[in-house]
């Protein structure tokens, strides 16, 4: 069944996958964050974690349409009318 030579076979597949996945999955994080360097949307200055809450939101961009300027849906959802 599991002969020690199919197992390194597998584990050795399952590293190269993630080696893979991780040099490509770099390439893009990396040409994300230039763009927006460029586009001065991200800011290179390291920050503690108080200081980044202390920071007002972005606004989005076409790089980042996630970031800020679309309210949660928790937030803008109306509570339930009770008037039944």
Request: no cysteine; proline share 11%.
């Amino acid at each position: 069944m599991n002969t020690p030579q199919s197992m390194m076979i597998g584990w050795a597949s399952l590293i190269a996958a993630a080696g893979v996945s991780y040099y490509y999955a770099r390439q893009e994080i990396d040409a994300r964050r230039k763009l927006q360097r460029e586009l001065g949307v991200r800011s290179t200055e390291k920050k503690e974690w108080y200081e980044r809450l202390e920071q007002p939101v972005p606004k989005a961009t076409p790089a980042n349409p996630s970031a800020g300027g679309i309210p949660s849906p928790s937030v803008s959802a109306k509570p339930p009318d009770k008037s039944s």
